[in-house]
């Protein structure tokens, strides 16, 4: 099937700062897509770009498999949601999705029908007559996402639409956006700097930094399977263990760090001996005793710190002099465990390996 | 009681303040009280009150018809002022960096410049290019006037608005003329509508540049000033607080309708 939307060759700078680069992106038909990245990146750019308000310095946009690079945004058929929702305050709830459906020359009988329907997906249906500054924020994202859902865009466009929210509204709106861009079935791409925004909501993750897309994939891959120090980094909590090859066996690798050895599945990589290396070890994959465990990896430490946070308990372990590991326990995992004399250990397969000269 | 007069700055800021309402008003309300003299000549103490004076100046031709003249000046000045200034208002918000300040400080100027001066000016100006003095050269005097307060209000409500709202609507589908009258030109509103409130009060109160450029018939200011040469009576205290009143409901109303508008 044709992508609905693709970013060839994108290159954008302003003056001679690079806002993006290289940028080669394709983005199916009915797919939930977030663009992941730190501040400054290039997300905002790159949806901009896409959206009209920014011409590419080189490169082509193709919507729908038509040439968009030059259309200005009134004649291109992508419709955003903006990060303070932009909503027109002199116009009532039902006036704001009208808007654009109005502009199209549909005729007033079908706005209405589909106004009311719109607003009745977001239980909004009493409050058409209100202006925006009667609402409340989690009221106007909706009404903010309706008015760019109603002339039936070939991609919705999210600038970061959550941020304004407090934490609470922020995730119950995560799913809502989630359940709406299923029940719709719109592409929807959305820009966010937040890891677990992105986890929760896309089926694809690009994730981006300085200009470039670092690695995209669906959120379990990307979670389990990072492909740089980068996207383990940003994507969840990891430790990252620096260490050196010393040897592999049967698609496992055997790497020294902080004077133990460390058994790790090599996955994709074939690393040789003397090789520098990455191991990704996330928090939850390590588990806590008071006796040996029988895993593959284990050795001894001590407990620096330890945060009860309700469903688990968040510790600090650490092993040979000063190198700290965080763990992911269950809370009863760790009871009567004595500070100073514990066992961590975690398998082969838990931890990902990625190249030392990948580390950006 | 003691604890007032430990508090003596507070209380010289209240007694100053007080005073300066006095001042204003004093005179004021002496003119108002003057309008209801029953005499022909202005004496204290006042003495009987009649509202004979008002009688005879709502039938005045001559006071009537400088109303209405007044009020069609004003009017017009407001349209043609109302419109450049909005425009001048745009222009100056799409530009950027030291040529923004340059075409502001430009717009600024016929504000600052002192009124004898560009009446002098605007009516050489006349005289050169063989324009009659009359209600034309009035209203191009008051315009170039006007127009300033209105780019002023009007730009410091343009700097206000959201630059995403013109985003969106363009994102909607909206060419840069119905953004601008369907989100920008609503959304200036309330500081068009005190801009124009502005531009018939000025209008209407101009003497200097309405003495420099009108014909033969006078606008009220200027029946009001020649009839002061004439000699003062209780008819000009008539004529001076209706004005007053006028003036006074049109600035207040305005003043609540631009605040509803902003609690919106
Ligand atoms: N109009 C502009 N002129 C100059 N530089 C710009 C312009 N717009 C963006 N940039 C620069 O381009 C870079 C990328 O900007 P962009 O807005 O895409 O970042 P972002 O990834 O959306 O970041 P954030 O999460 O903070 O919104 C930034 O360094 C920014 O300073
Ligand atoms: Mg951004």
Redesign the interface.
């Known amino acids: 099937m044709q992508p609905v939307v693709q970013f060839e060759n994108i290159r954008k700078s302003f003056g001679s700062f690079v806002a993006v680069d290289n940028l080669n992106l394709n983005i199916e038909r009915g797919k939930f897509v977030t663009l992941l990245g730190p501040s400054g990146c290039g997300k905002s750019t790159t949806l901009r770009m896409l959206?009209?308000?920014e011409t590419p310095t080189e490169g082509r946009i193709l919507l729908s498999g038509r040439d968009v690079t030059m259309v200005?945004?009134?004649?291109r058929n992508?419709?955003?949601v903006?990060q303070?929702y932009?909503?027109?305050?002199?116009m009532s709830v039902a006036k704001n999705i009208a808007?654009?459906l109005e502009?199209?020359g549909v005729d007033n009988r079908q706005i209405q029908r589909r106004v009311s329907e719109l607003l009745e997906l977001v239980q909004l249906q009493d409050f058409a007559g209100r202006?925006p500054?009667e609402l409340s924020g989690g009221q106007r994202q909706r009404v903010a996402l309706m008015?760019?859902l109603a002339?039936d865009p070939d991609v919705l466009l999210l600038d970061e639409p959550l941020s304004a929210l407090d934490a609470k509204l922020r995730q119950t709106m995560q799913i809502e956006l989630k359940a709406i861009q299923e029940q719709t079935g719109k592409t929807f791409m959305f820009v966010t700097h937040d890891q677990e925004e992105a986890l929760t909501m896309s089926d694809t993750i690009v994730v981006m930094n300085n200009g470039r897309i670092e690695q995209m994939g669906d959120p379990a891959t990307l979670y389990k399977r990072p492909g740089s120090a980068f996207v383990a980094t940003f994507l969840g909590e990891t430790n990252l263990l620096h260490s050196d090859v010393v040897g592999t066996d049967a698609g496992e690798a055997a790497v020294r760090w902080n004077g133990m050895t460390i058994r790790a599945s090599a996955g994709a990589l074939s690393p040789k001996a003397g090789d520098a290396i990455y191991v990704v070890l996330r928090p939850e994959a390590i588990q806590c005793s008071a006796q040996e465990p029988g895993v593959a990896n284990r050795v001894k430490g001590r407990i620096r710190q330890r945060v009860f946070k309700g469903n688990h308990t968040s510790l600090k372990v650490e092993i040979g002099e000063g190198h700290l590991l965080n763990a992911l326990v269950h809370p009863s995992e760790v009871e009567g465990l004595s500070r100073d004399d514990i066992w961590v250990g975690w398998s082969s397969e838990a931890t990902t390996l990625i190249p030392a000269r990948n580390a950006a | 009681m003691r604890a007032m007069f430990h508090d003596w700055p507070g209380l010289a800021l209240k007694s100053f303040y007080w005073l300066f309402v006095l001042y204003l008003f004093l005179p004021l309300s002496l003119m108002v009280a003057v309008s209801f003299k029953d005499a022909s000549f202005i004496s204290f103490p006042l003495g009987n009150l009649t509202i004979d004076w008002y009688a005879k100046v709502i039938q005045d031709k001559q006071f009537l018809d400088a109303c209405l003249y007044t009020i069609m000046i004003a009017a017009a000045t407001t349209a043609i002022a109302t419109v450049i200034g909005v425009w001048i208002a745009m222009l100056i918000g799409s530009l950027r960096g030291a040529a923004q300040y340059v075409a502001f400080a430009v717009a600024c100027l016929p504000a600052v410049v002192p009124g004898m001066i560009s009446a002098i000016s605007l009516r050489i100006f006349i005289t050169t290019i063989d324009l009659p003095t009359g209600t034309v050269a009035i209203i191009l005097g008051h315009v170039v006037h006007a127009v300033p307060f209105v780019v002023v209000m009007v730009l410091t409500r343009l700097r206000s608005m959201p630059g995403n709202l013109v985003d969106a609507a363009r994102d909607l589908g909206a060419d840069s003329i119905v953004t601008f009258f369907r989100v920008t030109l609503p959304y200036l509103g309330p500081a068009i509508f005190g801009g124009m409130i502005f531009c018939l009060l000025l209008s209407s109160d101009d003497f200097v540049r309405t003495f420099f450029l009108g014909g033969y018939r006078p606008t009220l200011p200027m029946l009001i000033f020649a009839r002061v040469q004439s000699g003062m009576s209780p008819e000009i205290n008539v004529m001076a607080t209706l004005v007053l009143v006028v003036t006074a409901v049109v600035g207040l109303y305005a003043e609540y309708l631009t605040r509803r508008s902003r609690i919106r």
């Open positions: 959206g009209g308000f200005p945004p009134n004649r992508v419709n955003i903006f303070d932009a909503l027109f305050p002199h808007f654009g502009l199209k202006l500054s008015r760019a002339p």
